[in-house]
């Protein structure tokens, strides 16, 4: 018996093939903003963008005289050093912060009698960053948890915020998104959500957010479908180590970055993300240099650099930056990363691509060359 060949042939894979192509889009990384910086709500202002790069360069000047002691601070081969030296500087004069949030939840703490100032007093700072051509270009706000009992309340920040930049810009800035932390239930999702679709008819917007992986009563819900889910307005997905490493009941000395109960957590976001779409980030890093003294800065930077390339290794290239000084650090780190390795990815993908062997006794799989054009691709963007 011959049996036909083709789609028809296997009832249901048309259905099931769009689902598959509509749930991991095939697609090169596009931009993403090496870090997210918090700022406080009540500090937040016009000028904290400017004051936190002024506050980088004058610690790289003071602390980072030149390539070679950048090589001896980050590790970094001499050969690199004097390009990476360079970009950072240059860096932290034309774009010191990639994304920014307004933090009304734990940095902000519960002050009821002065959020609602707050807010209008952080949208009017937006307003007058964007007027100036100086919003970086990711930004947005942290409200607080439905987990904390009192949606209202972030609701009502979310709602005064983005009409108050609304109504003082003319628009809503390219670049926002809103982070929705300590998801602890599934249905907290689809409730948020909704909120910001009655938002977006009001204000004539389109919104999205992202999610901070905070509680191990998250990780159980994460998966694919989640991209998808909520018109699509879910962007990406944030670690948040300290409030993770509490749940679990890590003692407070092991509430690090690179402790490896937070590389399984990142590791089920991975899974679950997969292929999506959804952007992922790290977390932070919760100090700042003991005193102004080189020693103390050295120290700081070492450690932030340490954690930065963990987070590089474990394929997480954002992460949250709460203090200038990381400024440095990150840049440093990051330029580093992508340039050590930018010329023999490059070989190894035009040796492929002419059918030939780079050298050095590497049989490269197709899945390698796809990953290392797609690691040069992130490498341009996050350089340029």
Known sequence: MRVTVGDESVPGFADVHRVQQARYPL???GWQPVHTVYVPADRFHAGTVAEWGDRAATLAKAHLAGPAELAEVFGVPAGLAADVHDRVLRKLGREPVEDVRVDFEDGYGVRPGDEDGHVAQAAAAVAELHAAGALPRRWGLRVKSFADGDPGRSVRTLDGFLTGVVDRAGELPAG???????VLMEEYLGQFAGFLERLERGLGVRLRFEIQVEAPQTLPFLRAELAGSFGGRLAAAHFGVFDYTAAIGLPPHEQRLDHPACDHARHVMQTAFAGTGVELSDGSLAAAPASEAASDVHALWRRHAELVRHSLAHGFHQGWDMHPAHLVSRYATVYAFHLARYDSYRERVRAWEE??????GVMDEPAT???MAAALR???LALS
Request: hydrophobic letters at 25%.
């Open 27 to 29: 697609s090169e990384p």
């Open 369 to 371: 060359i796809k990953t």
């Open 176 to 182: 926002f998104t809103v982070t929705f932390p300590k």
């Open 378 to 380: 992130r490498a341009d």
């Open 355 to 360: 059918q030939r062997q780079a050298g050095g």
